[in-house]
Nanobody, 124 residues
Framework: QVRLVESGGGMVQAGGSLRLSCAASGRTFSTLSMGWFRQAPGKEREFVVGINWTGSRSDYADSVKGRFTISRDNAKNTVYLQMNILKPEDTAVYYC?????????????????WGQGIQVTVSS
């Protein structure tokens, strides 16, 4: 059974930081591309960042470049999202997703499974 479990969300003031984690199980993690998406109320789910299976390549949405950093630890079957200089517009439910496609994936249709999501709220 494939499981992706996000943790680390919460509420923070603008300019603050949070680190999200996503623990994966049920598939061979080291062969999967991983990604983070987010969905704000009334909006569609949008791509935030993706990383390839080795962690050597990543791709960021313009809105988070320079502020967010994705990383992965294949020994721990975990992907991380370090979020710095958070803004109120970063408020959303964040989802961890996995893909068995080669390389960094930016389209939601390229992903196979996702977690239950975790709330991130940034107050002004």
């Amino acid at each position: 059974q494939v499981r992706l479990v996000e943790s680390g969300g919460g509420m923070v003031q603008a300019g603050g930081s949070l680190r999200l984690s996503c623990a994966a199980s049920g598939r061979t993690f080291s062969t999967l591309s991983m990604g983070w998406f987010r969905q704000a109320p009334g909006k569609e789910r949008e791509f935030v960042v993706g990383i390839n299976w080795t962690g050597s390549r990543s791709d960021y949405a313009d809105s988070v470049k320079g502020r967010f950093t994705i990383s992965r630890d294949n020994a721990k079957n975990t992907v991380y999202l370090q979020m710095n200089i958070l803004k109120p517009e970063d408020t959303a439910v964040y989802y961890c997703e996995d893909s068995n496609r080669f390389g960094v994936q930016a389209r939601i249709s390229s992903y196979d499974y996702w977690g239950q999501g975790i709330q991130v709220t940034v107050s002004s």
